[in-house]
């Protein structure tokens, strides 16, 4: 008889937690959830490696012929790329159809996102919600402007001011007409400088409206329709301007009127702003709307009395992704951690209700829960979950208030039930955040001057050596959070100003970069003393990823303020997106290179397979946009791309002289100090 041999026990691959982040508590509760036998996505991602020609952007499903795969040859490509799909497409047709749905699913998720705002909004404007109220009226009539809505009326040859309830409903009619209309152009499209709006229109690439643009990238990649690379992009650039222009912009400036356009404030990030003793509700996702109102309820007297009736000292309200952003810039609600920590919020075992509504939810999150005691509440009419777990309570802005007190009262009676195990990370960092257009302009060029005249000023005499916008996602492929703050840190080293956005500027948060002591610490002498002087962090947090139009408007600005150019592409910024993950994030960046602005992607980009059209987004497009698309893992080659960029564009506007000038000053003023 045969003996069987023994079969090896499989080896059960697990995340080392200090390879997967950065962030001590991160690490922490890795670890816990590894002893528990709780599965995380850093454990998955060791099990699970990416598909090595679908990371290329070269695998094609767009029919049951395939997927064809069409792998680069060993060696490269020699001569002509004979590589063909079954049909005979190309890798640079594949490519780019792939990279352009990308864009379509992205601009889709943030432009949606923004539709549902105007639905709220144009709810509170006809005063048919009691739950929300048009709060900045300011940017109502500023918007309304935008939109080409009247904001005066002639009475008896008088003109006079219309009234604001007219304004606002016909803000949220007009506003939500730019999803669909079936004539004409976006109407935003001519808040870009003149030039800028001169090259789309060249180009052929003014959006016409929102929803068109998506369902126009879904019918050319059908299979059997547009062939052509350049042709395709082409239509990849009108798709991503009517998010950043168009989807995004509207969604920002429709909740800065509705909820409040944010002011700098102070709150903390990480997970040790959970408390033990209070009930803990967490709020992920990226629409506002419904958590809007949790805030409010869950810091009424009535629910904070309830919540002590039931033992806890209170109740802490905290925020993972754009949701948290979202909450912190307007309410100060502090971050609990980025996207790569929402299962690690629930492993404290102190999560008594975790409440998303779309984008960036992970499944896993279901079974992460039954593990503990948390509630899992899903908001959101298009976001449920199979699992059996989880309660759904749909947002309707008819009821939402009373959903919100729903919801936080669940959370309240379930911290009773938690679990004797808790352990909370005991770290958390101070940060200021809630910046904006406004902010910006009114700290670096006070209230009286109203412009961006110091921060221009700043740039050209070389304080500020340029601006980076640096946004997105973490991506379970990189450790959490540590090209991000690499990146961010060698660029404010080299005094460059950073905007940033969605985890990124969580992860800047968690670590310091967001509090004004920061830059005497940290940032090159030159940004160090303005910053200083008018008492700003060296890294500025603008919001969530739909706020990234702040970037947009904020760069506009300085172009209107004179002395750097006539056109984003001319002024000394570039732009990073140092772990991204999400198709919003090539969406984002397609905006940003198509807007003039030279673009750097960490990871990797899924156009590494097809040459030939890589070479066109990359270099090509500078040429046509003056932004273009870049790739660079290495987190230090990648900023130092950057200040290359933004040092070349000081040359071409002749101020890098004065830069060498201030460098000199300063040593200088330190040996005379010495
Ligand atoms: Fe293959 Fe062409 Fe079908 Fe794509 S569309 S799967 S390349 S046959
Ligand atoms: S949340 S899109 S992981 S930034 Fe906006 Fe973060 Fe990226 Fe989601």
């Avoid at 670890?31 to 850093?42: D, N, P, Y």
């Avoid at 350049?230 to 991503?240: A, D, E, V, Y």
């Avoid at 290359?644 to 330190?670: T, W």
Wanted: net charge negative.
């Amino acid at each position: 008889m045969a003996v069987e041999k023994e079969k090896p026990e499989k080896e059960v691959k697990m995340a080392d937690p200090i390879k997967a982040s950065i962030d001590v508590a991160s690490q922490e509760m890795i670890s816990r959830a590894q002893k528990l036998g709780v599965e995380t996505i850093f454990d998955r991602a060791e099990k699970m490696k990416p598909c090595n020609i679908g990371i290329q952007g070269i695998c094609c499903k767009n029919c049951a012929m395939g997927p064809c795969r069409l792998p680069l040859p060993k060696g490269g490509i020699q001569g002509e790329d004979e590589r063909k799909g079954l049909c005979g497409a190309t890798a640079n047709t594949i490519a780019a159809r792939n990279f352009i749905r990308m864009i379509a699913g992205g601009a889709a998720a943030h432009s949606d996102h923004g539709r549902s705002v105007a639905e709220v909004f144009i709810s509170a404007a006809r005063k048919e919600t009691d739950a929300y109220q048009i709060k900045d009226t300011v940017k109502l009539v500023e918007v309304a402007k935008h939109l080409g809505i009247a904001t005066t009326v002639e009475v008896d040859g008088e003109e006079l001011d219309r009234d604001l309830d007219e304004i606002a409903v016909e803000v949220g009619e007009v506003a939500l007409g730019e999803w669909g209309k079936a004539e004409g152009e976006l109407l935003y499209l001519k808040r870009a400088p003149k030039p800028r709006y001169e090259i789309w229109k060249k180009q052929g690439v003014l959006p016409r409206n929102i929803d068109r643009e998506i369902v126009d990238i879904m019918h050319r990649t059908h299979m059997g329709v547009d062939q052509d690379y350049k042709n395709l992009i082409k239509q990849g650039t009108r798709c991503s301007l009517a998010d950043g222009w168009g989807g995004s912009m509207l969604a920002t400036d429709l909740q800065d009127i509705l909820f409040g356009t944010p002011s700098p404030l102070q709150s903390e990030a990480n997970l040790g702003i959970m408390k033990e003793d209070h009930v803990n509700i967490i709020v992920h996702g990226h629409e506002p709307v419904l958590s809007e109102l949790i805030v409010a309820v869950a810091e009424s007297q009535e629910m904070i009395d309830y919540a002590k009736s039931i033992g806890a000292k209170g109740i802490q309200l905290g925020g993972i992704c754009c949701t948290a952003n979202e909450m912190l810039q307007r309410h100060g609600v502090p971050l609990a951690g980025t996207f790569l920590q929402q299962e690690l919020a629930i492993i404290t075992g102190a999560c008594d209700a975790m409440v998303v509504d779309v984008q960036c939810v992970m499944q896993n999150l279901a079974n992460v829960a039954k593990c503990f005691h948390t509630k899992l509440i899903t908001t959101h009419p298009m976001a449920k979950m199979e699992q059996d777990n989880v309660l759904h309570i749909e947002f309707d802005e008819h009821h939402a208030l009373e959903d919100a007190k729903r919801i936080v009262k669940i959370a309240i009676d379930n911290y009773k039930k938690r679990g004797a195990d808790v352990m909370i990370p005991q770290h958390k960092a101070a940060q200021v955040a809630g910046f904006g257009v406004e902010s910006i302009e009114y700290h670096l060029g006070g209230s009286f001057r109203g412009s961006y005249y110091t921060l221009n000023d700043n740039i050209i005499n070389g304080r500020i050596r340029g601006v980076a916008g640096v946004v997105g996602c973490n991506n379970a492929r990189t450790r959490h959070n540590e090209q991000h703050l690499l990146i961010c840190k060698e660029l404010i080293k080299n005094d460059v100003l950073v905007l940033t956005t969605g985890c990124t500027a969580i992860a800047c948060a968690m670590d310091g970069l967001l509090a004004p002591e920061t830059a005497a610490a940290a940032a090159g002498p030159g940004l160090a003393e303005v910053c200083e002087t008018v008492g700003l962090p060296p890294v500025l947090h603008l919001g969530s990823c739909v706020d990234n139009s702040r970037i947009l408007l904020a760069a506009t600005e300085v172009v209107k303020a004179g002395g750097l150019g006539n056109d984003l592409s001319d002024l000394p910024v570039a732009g990073s997106a140092p772990e991204w993950m999400s198709e919003k994030a090539i969406s984002i960046g397609q905006y940003f290179v198509t807007s003039g602005v030279y673009t750097v992607f960490g990871v990797t980009l899924p156009t590494s397979g097809a040459p030939v059209f890589h070479d066109y987004i990359s270099k090509e497009f500078e040429n046509i946009y003056g932004g273009m698309w870049d790739v660079e893992a290495d987190p230090i080659k990648h900023a130092q791309l950057m200040i290359a960029h933004i040092d070349k564009k000081r040359k071409a506007l002749g101020i890098d002289r004065a830069r060498e000038r201030v460098l000199m000053d300063m040593a200088d003023r330190q040996a005379l100090q010495g």
